[in-house]
T-cell receptor
Framework: GAVVSQHPSWVICKSGTSVKIECRSLDFQATTMFWYRQFPKQSLMLMATSNEGSKATYEQGVEKDKFLINHASLTLSTLTVTSAHPEDSSFYIC????????????FGPGTRLTVL | DQQVKQNSPSLSVQEGRISILNCDYTNSMFDYFLWYKKYPAEGPTFLISISSIKDKNEDGRFTVFLNKSAKHLSLHIVPSQPGDSAVYFCAAFYTGNQFYFGTGTSLTVIP
C-alpha cells in the first residue's frame, strides 16, 4: 500500500515557539492531504484539508493563523503550529489520498507534540 | 457534533473467540464506511470498508456488517488473535465530504 511519512515523530518545545511538522507521500502523488488532531481517548478530529498549490481549507473552530498549512508539492504538506502553548499538545496525524477517491486515506504515523 | 459513535471504549476477548466492535452513526447521507486499526503512537491503518449499497463485506478474518435502517455497523473478527489488540476506529463519509471518525474501541485479545 501507499506510504505516508511524518517528521518528526515526537517533538517537545517551549511555550511560544513554533513547530513545523512534515507530511510526505513516499511512493505516490497526493492530490489532497488532511491534517487531524487527536486528544487522548478521543476521536481523530479533522483540522484542515490541503490541496497542492492552493490554500488549505480549515474546519470550523481551527485557527488558520495558528496552524499554518503549506502544500507546496504533490508529495509534501507541512503544518506549522505557531506560538505553541501547552493546550496545543496533542497527537497530529496527516493523511493523503490519490486522485479524488476518498475510499482510502493513507495515514502517516503521527507526530506527538508536547509544549512545555 | 459526534456523527459517528463507538459507545464501547474497550473490549476484552479470549484468543480464538469472536470480537464484535460496534459503531453507530446519525447522518443518513453517509454512503461509505471504513474501519481502521491503530496502535499507540502510530497512524491508523485501513482495515476494511463497505459501501452503503451492501450489507456485508468480508476479508479474511474480518467482516463488516451494515444495517442502514438502524444506522449501525459492526466489525467482526474471528478468530481473534493477540496481534489484533489495538484501537479500532470506524469512519464514515459521503461523496466529496470529510471523514467522520468514531472515538475508538480498544480491543484486548487475551492469550
Amino acid at each position: 500500500g501507499a506510504v505516508v511519512s511524518q517528521h518528526p515523530s515526537w517533538v517537545i518545545c517551549k511555550s511560544g515557539t513554533s513547530v513545523k511538522i512534515e507530511c510526505r507521500s513516499l511512493d505516490f502523488q497526493a492530490t489532497t492531504m488532511f491534517w487531524y488532531r487527536q486528544f487522548p481517548k478521543q476521536s481523530l478530529m479533522l483540522m484542515a484539508t490541503s490541496n497542492e498549490g492552493s490554500k488549505a481549507t480549515y474546519e470550523q473552530g481551527v485557527e488558520k493563523d495558528k496552524f499554518l498549512i503549506n502544500h507546496a508539492s504533490l508529495t509534501l504538506s507541512t503544518l506549522t503550529v505557531t506560538s505553541a502553548h501547552p493546550e496545543d499538545s496533542s497527537f497530529y496525524i496527516c493523511s493523503a489520498i490519490t486522485g479524488t477517491s476518498f475510499n482510502e486515506q493513507f495515514f502517516g504515523p503521527g507526530t506527538r507534540l508536547t509544549v512545555l | 457534533d459526534q456523527q459517528v459513535k463507538q459507545n464501547s471504549p474497550s473490549l476484552s476477548v479470549q484468543e480464538g473467540r469472536i470480537s464484535i466492535l460496534n459503531c453507530d452513526y446519525t447522518n443518513s447521507m453517509f454512503d461509505y464506511f471504513l474501519w481502521y486499526k491503530k496502535y499507540p503512537a502510530e497512524g491508523p491503518t485501513f482495515l476494511i470498508s463497505i459501501s452503503s449499497i451492501k450489507d456485508k463485506n468480508e476479508d479474511g478474518r474480518f467482516t463488516v456488517f451494515l444495517n442502514k435502517s438502524a444506522k449501525h455497523l459492526s466489525l467482526h473478527i474471528v478468530p481473534s488473535q493477540p496481534g489484533d489488540s489495538a484501537v479500532y476506529f470506524c469512519a464514515a463519509f459521503y461523496t466529496g465530504n470529510q471523514f467522520y471518525f468514531g472515538t475508538g474501541t480498544s480491543l484486548t485479545v487475551i492469550p
